[in-house]
């Protein structure tokens, strides 16, 4: 699974996840929902499944230089999988900084 499609999957299984809020003996607590990874996890993990697929597209970069390479076609597909999960990375990381920077200009 490629970074793209894990925040994909990822999305979709937050969004069908949501649900009502109750109170219950002075907690809040979300009706039939089961404890989620944090923000931080969240990120982290799409960080680790990136940077995975950068070391596989250059290890595949190592065997199509040594003349090892089976297939060309997935190598190129892989390595453009990877470009593309990068971007995302970088363009996710860019809003939340911008998104952290607007919270830090408001006043109180």
Do not use: C, W
């Not at 960080?47 to 970069?61: F, I, M, R, T, Y």
């Not at 390595?79 to 408001?106: G, N, P």
Request: proline share 2%; glycine share 6%; charged share 15%.
């Amino acid at each position: 699974m490629t970074g793209i499609d894990a925040i994909t999957a990822a999305a979709t299984a937050s969004a069908s996840q949501v649900s009502v809020p109750s109170m219950e003996a002075g907690t809040i607590q979300t009706a039939g929902a089961q404890p989620s990874a944090s923000f931080g996890q969240f990120v982290g993990d799409g960080v680790e499944q990136v940077n995975q697929a950068l070391l596989a597209s250059q290890s595949d970069l190592q065997s199509l230089a040594l003349g090892n390479a089976q297939n060309l076609h997935q190598i190129m597909m892989r390595l453009e999988e990877t470009r593309l999960s990068f971007e995302l990375m970088m363009q996710v990381r860019s809003r939340v900084l911008e998104a952290y920077q607007d919270v830090m200009k408001m006043q109180i």
